[in-house]
């Protein structure tokens, strides 16, 4: 199992991990993707080789990289926290507003080229006011304006419902990030294979859950939800297993629907008619779930897709929320609060106010409407000159130089591995 330990912080990541979930070390070299259709693999290089060595210092270190150590430092203890945007091309945190990823150079929040929406993005955990642990995660990830988000919310007990959620965190960003997995050709994928990466992901996911149980029976039981959303364009792909949801709130009109289906028993009853909304909310088996991350051999995801224009608002979230807020109070605050980061912090208010009863996840992504072009002349880069850039904000602090260049320069300067290009 122990065989993708990472060489820098020995953080001991799933074998399909390309850089460290921990530091974001590149953990492989030249790996096949399995499943990518053959037109895909001559496309995997990185499409614009970023590795200046003579970068102004003057420029300094942007604040950005300072507020992220600051953060990362408080995250770990805090009953409450904001989670980093990651970077899909290398894994790197970045603070959600991130147009560039201040490693790698890939773009990140910019507005999509066909319809001119740019995505802004919050994700926020709270413990709640009862359980003294968070067994939720929550995750988003970016690319060239495309959105990765989850919610998961694990089960089985203090340690081992953390470690369900974070294992599926972890399996959710090695199957996206790197151009190992494609992370270079997100763009250009069918809707069909986006779905069936998103398929691939949580079955990743559930193995991870299942490896570890079998390593260590001290996790028998565990087991987790998983939430995902890819957000490309006008376009939402949801995969979903377990009882977290996700919304979608109308900027427009207004109102508010719930994309996905709960897999939970007391789900089925209110389906079939047994048993009333009101019955559900209140019944003691309102959290036991029928399909999960870490029950089956093969959990099988639900797949919804959706349109998404300017002014529209995706929310993801675990139980810990909707036991306590209706839809109509989440669209309420969603559509009265403009700010996405706002609108996490209000609907986590919300549900402590009313008893916090479980651990509190909400990630939020809105489409705002921004016609300007993608800011790629700004681009900031770190000189990366081995693969294995410490990730730690603190060193990333000590050890970055950053310089601004021209995108042109780059894309005109003579390629000399390859004279014909
Ligand atoms: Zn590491
Ligand atoms: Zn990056």
Request: hydrophobic share 35%.
């Amino acid at each position: 199992m122990a065989d993708n330990v990472c060489p820098h912080c020995g953080h001991v990541n799933l074998k399909r991990a390309v850089y460290c979930f921990e530091c974001g070390t590149a953990l492989e070299q030249n790996k096949p993707i399995k499943g990518m259709k053959p037109r895909h693999q001559t496309e995997l290089d990185d499409t614009i080789e970023i590795n200046i060595k003579d970068t102004d210092p003057q420029l300094g270190v942007p604040p950005s990289i300072q507020e992220i150590a600051d953060a990362r430092a408080t995250k770990e203890l805090a009953a409450q926290y904001h989670d980093f945007l990651k970077c899909l091309r290398c894994g790197t945190e970045n603070l959600p507003t991130s147009e560039v990823c201040p490693r790698c150079g890939a773009t990140l929040m910019v507005p999509d080229e066909h319809y001119g929406l740019r995505l802004v993005v919050s994700a926020r955990s709270s413990v709640g006011q009862v359980r003294s642990n968070n067994e939720d995660n929550v995750g988003i990830w970016a690319r060239g304006g495309i959105v990765l988000a989850l919610v998961a919310d694990g089960m089985g007990g203090a340690a081992a419902g953390e470690e369900a959620s974070r294992l599926t965190k972890e399996a959710v960003q090695a199957d996206f990030t790197g151009a190992l997995r494609g992370s270079e050709i997100l763009q250009e994928l069918t809707e069909e294979e986006v779905q069936q990466k998103l398929r691939d992901a949580l079955y990743h996911a559930n193995e991870a859950v299942l490896d570890k149980i079998n390593e260590d029976k001290s996790f028998q039981g565990m087991g987790t939800t998983a939430t995902i959303a890819f957000v490309r364009g006008n376009r939402i792909i949801v995969a979903h297993i377990g009882d977290s949801r996700a919304y979608i709130v109308d900027g427009e009109h207004g109102w508010t629907h719930q994309i996905t289906d709960d897999h939970s028993f007391v789900e089925v009853l209110v389906a079939s008619g047994h048993i009333t909304r009101e019955q559900a909310s209140i019944h003691p088996m309102r959290s036991v779930l029928y399909r999960a991350l870490g029950q089956v051999d093969a959990a099988e995801a639900d797949l919804y897709t959706q349109y998404l224009k300017a002014g529209d608002c995706l929310v993801l979230c675990s139980d810990g929320l909707t036991r306590h807020l209706e839809a109509e109070e989440i669209g309420e605050i969603v559509r009265r609060v403009s700010d996405p980061e706002m609108i996490s912090q209000e609907l986590i208010d919300l549900a402590n106010m009313r008893g916090g009863e479980d651990n509190i996840s909400v990630v939020v992504v809105k489409a705002v409407q921004d016609d300007s072009t993608i800011p790629l002349e700004k681009l900031i880069v770190i000189n990366i000159e081995d693969e294995r850039p410490p990730k730690s904000s603190d060193n990333l602090f000590q050890t970055a130089q950053f310089g601004t260049f021209d995108l042109d320069d780059i894309l005109n300067s003579p390629d000399e591995d390859n004279p014909e290009a």
